[in-house]
């Protein structure tokens, strides 16, 4: 069964680093987007991304966060200047954009930032 | 008021009760309600899509909507130790392409 994958699955960096995370969502879907879990907190929606352009973003996703799709199958986001509140683990997601009643969105296993 | 509210347990119950799970929220926009289990430092992965008021059965889960009382439900039938897991009860605006409102995750621990 087709899966969202995401690299590296754990990031340690020192604050202030720049850190890029890495999703390659199924490969037929077209929508794409990033959630991030702060530990022992809820899911948060960052970004949703379509048409190689941001559709819609939330407030926590500043002027420290980009996305990106380098290329035909890679999803990623980019944190310029991490700060200790990053840390989370980072969940990337897909979705089909079917035109019937159900798009779901797929979730990859994330990546567990640790900012230092 | 929280827009969405779930009980964040721990719950535990013996193997083969049945289980009740509850969110409830304040956004009427919502139309279209999922459920997701996470397991430990894993993704969440969708059990339940539903968008309208009523239950929707799949095997031993029933998800259950009341629009009108803002109110959703998952129960799980027969419960085995594998469900042992964090349930995310979701929520969207849209049908597509629509940011999933989580709430913050019930707990649920399955007794052999």
């Known amino acids: 069964e087709p899966e969202v994958t995401q690299t590296p699955s754990h990031q340690v960096t020192q604050m202030g680093q720049e850190v890029i995370l890495r999703c390659v969502p199924i490969?037929?879907?077209?929508?794409f987007y990033w959630y991030r879990q702060i530990l022992g907190q809820k899911v948060e929606f960052l970004v949703s991304?379509?048409?190689?352009?941001?559709?819609?973003k939330s407030e926590i996703f500043d002027d420290q966060f980009s996305v990106e799709r380098p290329d035909g199958s890679n999803f990623t986001l980019k944190i310029r200047s991490t700060k200790l509140e990053d840390s989370a683990m980072y969940f990337c997601?897909?979705?089909?954009?079917?035109?019937?009643?159900?798009?779901?969105?797929?979730f990859g296993p994330g990546t567990r930032l640790t900012v230092l | 008021q929280k827009e969405v509210e779930q009980d964040p347990g721990p719950l535990s119950v013996p193997e083969g009760a049945i289980v009740s799970l509850n969110c409830t929220y304040s956004?009427?926009?919502?139309?279209?309600f999922m459920w997701y289990r996470q397991y430990s430092r894993k993704g969440p992965e969708l059990l339940m899509y539903t968008y309208s008021s009523g239950n929707k059965e799949d095997g031993r889960f029933t998800a259950q909507v009341d629009k009108s009382s803002k109110y959703i439900s998952l129960f799980i039938r027969d419960s085995q130790p594998s469900d042992s897991a964090t349930y995310l009860c979701a929520m969207t605006q849209y049908s597509s392409a629509s940011k999933i409102i989580f709430g913050s995750g019930t707990r649920l621990s399955i007794r052999p």
């Open positions: 997601a897909s979705s089909e954009l079917t035109s019937g009643l159900q798009d779901t969105q797929y």
């Open positions: 956004n009427s926009a919502f139309q279209y």
């Open positions: 991304f379509y048409n190689n352009e941001i559709s819609e």
């Open positions: 490969s037929n879907h077209l929508y």
